[in-house]
């Protein structure tokens, strides 16, 4: 039995021989069926007893690879689907994942959704988790772990297997660049790598790619810069707290609870925009003076955090708050100003948005929240434009990717559909 169950995890790890197979055989030899998945990156746990046939089905279709791009935390958790009254939910802790039935009401609404859809498709269902396009080439990295690039309108020239969560990807002068656990260049041609660099040993959290320069951030806070030669320009602790990267010709911006903008090459601040807010009241503390005076404190409501941000032409830097308000800023070295600001015709939700674009490009963006198929291509009038889904199969599947070359707009869905949108007479200019 022991040889049987090897041969069965071999081939299932292989993607030969279907997983259910193995299901059955771990639990006819009393083993734990988290052996199911031995080789993948985070190991599974089974909290099941004596599972039946219906519900080892629900767990062959479980792939930890690609949950592993979604359920990046400790406590992190999402619901993989229904089974009688109970659901099939998948939880992160330090030992890996843990599989097991829960009720539905023993987690808050929205804890274990996305994007509003239940987690099925997210388990068996492949779809494009990252998009970038230029020159006529599209290129996806696929939550199956596979990179794809080809022609934009169809398809596949090379393919590369990935090796964890896609956080940048780019076109630029016949190279293609990829961040995940590294930074990989690829010719875009041929497919051939041209080099590959290491990120250390932390687990990167955000990463921008222009026109070659790229910028990443780690969990520990650290932002670190490469030029076009993957030679390290200069590395940062920048504190916590930040949602978004957007990377520019000269400048990098970091967005969360306030907006920072250093030098692209040097790492020098050049500018900074705080939160809003404003005085609501004030109270007393007499012990902060030991009884000797008083001591009147404010009481300040704080303006909503800032989820996304991208360069414009002429150095603007669009930037998007969790309660769906678009500003456009000019940093510079002698501080900021407001220069306008836009109404978004949709919540921006309470998710970081999708929001992608370049000085080159319009910008686009999607609610992260939103289950609806909406993006903007932001132009200079009174409001973004609006993009409704051409064909009526894709009018309820989220929107899992954006890329924006010139005025087109490239959507990719969670039902693994990819649009093309035009923005004909949208002109991208600064405001004067």
């Not at 539905?104 to 997210?122: I, N, V």
């Not at 297997?161 to 660049?177: F, M, Q, S």
């Not at 806070?221 to 320009?233: A, F, G, K, Q, W």
């Amino acid at each position: 039995m022991d040889e049987k169950l090897q041969r069965l995890q071999r081939l299932a790890a292989e993607g030969v021989a279907p997983r259910l197979e193995l299901l059955h055989a771990l639990q006819r030899a009393r083993r734990p069926l988290g052996d199911a998945w031995t080789g993948s990156r985070v190991p599974v746990v089974v909290a099941l007893e004596d599972p039946g046939e219906e519900l080892l089905e629900l767990l062959a279709a479980f792939d930890p690879d690609r949950v592993a791009a979604h359920l990046e935390r400790e406590g992190s958790e999402a619901r993989l689907a229904k089974h009688g009254h109970a659901e099939l939910r998948v939880r992160r802790g330090l030992a890996g994942f843990t599989l097991d039935l829960a009720d539905p009401a023993d987690s808050p609404a929205g804890r274990t959704t996305w994007f509003g859809e239940p987690w099925r498709w997210r388990a068996d269902h492949t779809y494009v988790s990252q998009l970038a396009v230029a020159g006529g080439i599209l290129a996806r990295a696929l939550s199956s772990g596979v990179l794809q690039v080809g022609p934009v309108y169809g398809g596949v020239s090379w393919e590369r297997p990935l090796t964890g969560v896609v956080r940048a990807l780019a076109l630029h002068k016949g190279e293609l660049l990829l961040v995940d656990d590294r930074l990989r260049r690829f010719d875009l041609e041929t497919g051939a790598p041209r080099s590959e660099r290491p990120l250390g040993e932390e687990r990167i959290s955000l990463a921008r790619c222009y026109h070659g320069w790229v910028a990443v951030v780690n969990e520990r806070s650290t932002v670190t810069v490469y030029d076009p030669h993957d030679r390290l320009c200069w590395s940062n602790y920048v504190g916590y707290g930040w949602r978004c990267l957007a990377l520019g010709p000269q400048q990098l911006a970091l967005a969360g609870v306030d907006l920072k903008v250093v030098d692209r090459e040097t790492g020098l601040e050049v500018g900074a925009i705080e939160r809003s807010s404003r005085v609501t009241g004030t109270w007393e503390d007499p012990e902060s003076t030991m009884g000797l005076g008083r001591d009147v404190r404010e009481i300040r409501e704080y303006g909503p955090s800032l989820v996304g941000a991208a360069w414009r032409a002429g150095g603007h830097l669009l930037v998007a708050d969790e309660l769906g308000g678009l500003r456009e800023h000019v940093v510079g070295p002698d501080g900021n100003r407001t220069i306008r600001t836009l109404e978004a015709v949709h919540p921006l939700g309470t998710k970081p948005p999708l929001v992608v674009g370049g000085p080159e490009d319009r910008v686009a963006l999607t609610p992260g929240d939103c289950a609806s198929t909406l993006a903007f291509g932001v132009g200079p009038g009174p409001r973004p434009v609006k993009l409704e889904a051409k064909e009526r199969a894709n009018a309820n599947a989220a929107i899992s990717a954006l890329a924006v070359s010139g005025r087109s707009v490239w959507i990719a869905r969670t039902n693994g559909s990819v649009e093309h949108h035009e923005l004909p007479g949208v002109a991208l200019h600064p405001p004067k």
